[in-house]
């Protein structure tokens, strides 16, 4: 029985990408609704330039650390390029640094033992930064998917990158994140909400390690849906996969289809099948930012960059040696003032029940139902993202439908029959 699956869109789209130096997008396709409540997002997007790291970063590494610099990367839009372009001054006394010393006593999080994500903001409201750690919702989530690493690795990021991009939201607001590649993941989904509840699948948990992760991911799309109950109708945005480690993917997504100007990393590491760090970092761009304060946050992401070294994805490095979120802001935030904004504790939550499966039985033809009753003897289900297993009888499935009244397929009277049993 098809139960608790993520509301997600078939969109398709064409997109090239020539160099990480330029970046152009064609008009996105009109999208294939898969839900009644679905909304087809259709932009015609102008070129994103992207910056890199400073040269003067780039001499102390290899060519293998390459990709790390893919995450220390800005994108904008040309229009708005004169009013930021990165200066190659040197002069620090051209950013203004006028915050006190904030106290970070309430944020305290040693050696990451419990998970977080913290935001703050620079002193001239120019630059927000936001750092999470997850370890501890990784390992639960790979225990109930009985996970390997290379799905946890793409589970994890994709959780990272959802947790760091809706920072701020309300917290009856629903941000999904979608990884539909043709890879032998068969794709990742990733959901979070305003308060840090998280959860999420991949389509096959238990791939072997004899993959990369870009090689499990493969060729597709990043697909987001937002959505608040207050809303007529979801938002869906959508880009191509092009390198397939998520967070480049995403970030692209958020110069693409937001525009949002900003340099997102997230990575993870494991000893065996236990997750030994998870996190990830957010920088982001606000309207007020000025030439002086992108080019001091450069710097700060190059020696970021440095500090993390080549052995892991930037930044599990860091986290492994104890670097904690508060910390990593402070890198990134070092000569530019630290306005603590606030921190989220992100936990694993699934509204699966009973009374959600027995809804979707009485959206099926009744026939269907009692030919599954003859054949199988029992309804059971599979919740895709906590793993619970549900199991109805036929004495109980019959009893239900005979208490049972209203249209299952109006929300409102679901959630009055909900109330009902709950006055029982």
Known sequence: ??????????????????????????????????????LSFISKLRPIVAFQAPTSARRHFSKNANAAFGRTTFRHIPGDLESWRMTSSDDESEVQTTANAPDLETY?????????????????????????TIRNLLNEMMIQHSMNPVGGDALGRATICG????????????????????????????????????????????????FTLQEAIGSGTVQVVKNHPDWPRPYNGITGIKFGDIDRDVGIY??????????????????????????????????????????????????????????????????LEGKTPVDIASILLDGLGMKP??????KEYCECSEEKLFRSLRLLPREEVDDVLKTEGKIEARCE?????????PDEVMKRFAETEGDPSKDEDFEQELKSKATE
């Open 254 to 319: 958020l110069a693409e289809s937001e525009q949002r100007s900003c340099a997102l990393a997230a990575a993870t590491s494991f000893n065996g099948i236990l997750c030994t760090s998870a996190g990830g970092y957010l920088v982001e761009r606000l309207p007020d930012c000025t030439p002086e304060t992108m080019s001091h946050m450069e710097k700060n992401l190059g020696k970021l960059v440095q500090m993390n070294g080549e052995d892991l994805a930037l930044p599990a490095n860091l986290m």
């Open 163 to 210: 947790l760091l991009a809706s920072n701020g939201m309300q917290e009856e607001q629903m941000f999904q994140l979608s990884m539909k590649g043709d890879g032998p993941l068969r794709g990742v989904v990733s959901i979070v909400n305003g308060k840090g509840q998280a959860k999420g699948y991949c389509g096959n948990p238990r791939l072997s390690d004899d």
């Open 108 to 132: 305290v999080n040693k050696n990451n033992l419990d998970d977080q994500v913290f935001s703050a903001i620079s002193a001239d409201g120019g630059l927000k930064v936001t750092v999470a």
């Open 385 to 393: 993202f906590c793993s619970k297993v549900y199991r109805l009888g």
């Open 341 to 346: 904004l606030n921190q989220v504790t992100p």
């Open 1 to 38: 029985v098809p139960y608790n699956v993520a509301n997600t869109t078939k969109i398709s789209s064409t997109s090239n990408a020539s160099t990480m130096a330029k970046l152009r997008t064609t008009s996105l396709l009109p999208a294939i609704m898969t839900t009644a409540v679905s």
